[in-house]
């Protein structure tokens, strides 16, 4: 029997997550995309905290363009942040989205911003 698209997300999250560990030197930046908006959140997981967040949904961020243009400019405000809490390299998850569109363009923001991974 076929998966549903979610049940696949799901096996493809389980499999990036047992590789992909944060620490409090280089946490996990987590992304979630919905239909409308994508968060990111930078994420220790031996205390099991969220450091920094941002999603398309915060006041400073502006809700003009495509989305993807929207996705960058979220991209660029985690990774600004990130470096104003003392976070230089990170571990990147892309929790089971595929590497391209909205989660890539988010990625590549951040790397440009300052962030290596």
Known sequence: MALSKLERRQRIKHRIRKVVFGTATKPRLSVFRSNK???????DDKTG????????RDKEIESKGSKSEIAKLVGKSVAEKA???????IAFDRNGFLYHGRVKALADAAREAGLKF
Do not use: R
């Open 37 to 43: 908006e994508i968060y990111a959140q930078l994420v």
């Open 49 to 56: 905290t969220t450091l920094v967040s941002v999603s398309s």
């Open 83 to 89: 470096i104003k809490a003392g976070v230089e390299t």
